[in-house]
């Protein structure tokens, strides 16, 4: 593991953060807040690891804008974005209040406060469980839930969900913590505290590689397995290279096997969302770096 790429990730993404934060007012097309994060993580040097997602309310994750998307912010929305170096990844979220809502205010703060004690909480061998059990504990005396059905995880070279998960409750596995980089982000809410799958996201994964019929999903599948490899993408960005043709391409892929289809996850009673994530190395000597603040 390339300890400097995955620091200098985080750096981009803690500068991202600052720069993002003020600028995202209600009423601004989600479109425009996904475009300027990514353009500017190219901007500095890194690649984004995954589509900006721009998830509000009761969508708890995986909603990013289509290239037509006229959608705007308002609500709870939850910023979540990842950057990469060499496949090298920091993995963050943070989610703002648009409506000066004091419910909205709380579960923010909640979602906060549990990853500032999960962040105390991991070392080398402690546990899971442990971990979870400190994010649950804070979020209930809130009288909130987490999402049990969501969790933090372990993040490899180009594997954005590797090995082990993060709970966001006890679930009494107790999988030890090794050396290695482990994303932490506590969902809350004041619903029910599990996500069902909605529509279609427009994000995708690359799974298989067997040959496409027409030749412009063949093209567009050497594309994806160049410049994203085994990384989330989405539609978006596909139509920006090849125009609109790729959304057809995507649907002969997806049909074909080659491609996932990420569904969008909406808390199961409706209930209003906060995330809060960064990411965490931890090393062979017990040192600890939370690679974004």
Not at 54 to 63: D, V
């Amino acid at each position: 593991m390339e300890e400097q790429k995955i620091i200098q990730a985080g750096k981009i993404a803690s500068e991202i953060k600052k720069w993002i934060r003020p600028q995202i007012k209600k009423g601004m097309l989600l479109i425009e807040i996904a475009e300027l994060i990514e353009n500017k993580i190219n901007e500095l040097g890194g690649k984004p690891a995954f589509p900006v997602n721009l998830s509000i309310n009761e969508i708890a994750a995986h909603y990013t804008p289509a290239h037509n998307d006229e959608s705007t912010a308002h609500g709870l929305i939850k910023v979540d974005f990842g950057v990469q170096i060499d496949g090298f990844i920091s993995d963050n979220a943070f989610s703002l209040d648009l409506e000066n809502s004091e419910l909205n205010k709380n579960l923010i703060e909640t979602s906060k406060k549990a990853l500032e004690k999960a962040q105390e909480k991991i070392k080398l061998n402690s546990t899971t469980s442990e971990i979870g059990k400190t994010i649950e504990e804070e979020v209930s005396k809130n009288n909130f839930n987490p999402i049990v059905n969501l969790s933090g995880h372990e993040i490899g070279e180009y594997d954005l969900h590797a090995g082990k998960t993060i709970p966001n409750f006890d679930d009494k596995k107790n999988e030890m913590i090794e050396a290695g980089l482990y994303a932490i982000e506590p969902f809350v809410t004041n619903g029910s505290g599990r996500v069902h799958d909605g529509k279609p996201s427009g994000i995708y994964a690359l799974i298989g590689d067997r040959n496409p019929r027409s030749p412009i999903a063949r093209q567009i599948l050497k594309y994806i397995g160049a410049e994203y490899e085994t990384l989330p993408f989405c539609s978006r960005w596909l139509v920006k290279e090849f125009g609109a043709k790729a959304l057809f391409a995507l649907r002969e892929l997806e049909q074909n096997g080659n491609l996932y289809q990420y569904a969008q996850l909406i808390e199961s009673n409706k209930g209003i969302v906060a995330q809060t994530e960064n990411t965490v190395l931890i090393k062979e000597n017990g040192e600890k770096i939370i690679t974004t603040d």
